[in-house]
Nanobody, 126 residues
Framework: QVQLVESGGGLVRAGGSLRLSCAASGRAFSSYAMGWFRQAPGKEREFVAAVNWNGRSTSYKDSVKGRFAISRDNFKNTVTLQMNSLKPEDTAVYYC???????????????????WGQGTQVTVSS
């Protein structure tokens, strides 16, 4: 019902910044929560950040608090992840995901998400 396309990944040095973007289509954008996850080779996919359907609730992985910020624009059908003060351990493929169950708070459980983008590579050099 929805298609998600990530962009904005790349190669940066430690301490640098990147802004990831996810464009959604196929259903009213305001109907679902959005999240960002990441996965490094040989490791489990992990939660990074999420925002609920109306943008009033957000949640972050502890290690990215104060460095990353998630936001959404329901008029443009996009969600972004601003990443500052990047560290080598942030290196991973980043995925955006959509949770079609309307909830009052941001969705943090990976099993709660219904649709996933193709991912975008983020590499941070030391």
């Amino acid at each position: 019902q929805v298609q998600l396309v990530e962009s904005g990944g790349g190669l940066v040095r430690a301490g640098g910044s990147l802004r990831l973007s996810c464009a959604a289509s196929g259903r009213a954008f305001s109907s679902y929560a959005m999240g960002w996850f990441r996965q490094a080779p040989g490791k489990e996919r992990e939660f990074v950040a999420a925002v609920n359907w109306n943008g009033r609730s957000t949640s972050y992985k502890d290690s990215v608090k104060g460095r990353f910020a998630i936001s959404r624009d329901n008029f443009k059908n996009t969600v972004t992840l601003q990443m500052n003060s990047l560290k080598p351990e942030d290196t991973a493929v980043y995925y955006c995901a959509a949770d079609f169950t309307r909830r009052p708070s941001a969705t943090v459980g990976i099993d709660e998400y219904d649709y996933w983008g193709q991912g975008t590579q983020v590499t941070v050099s030391s």
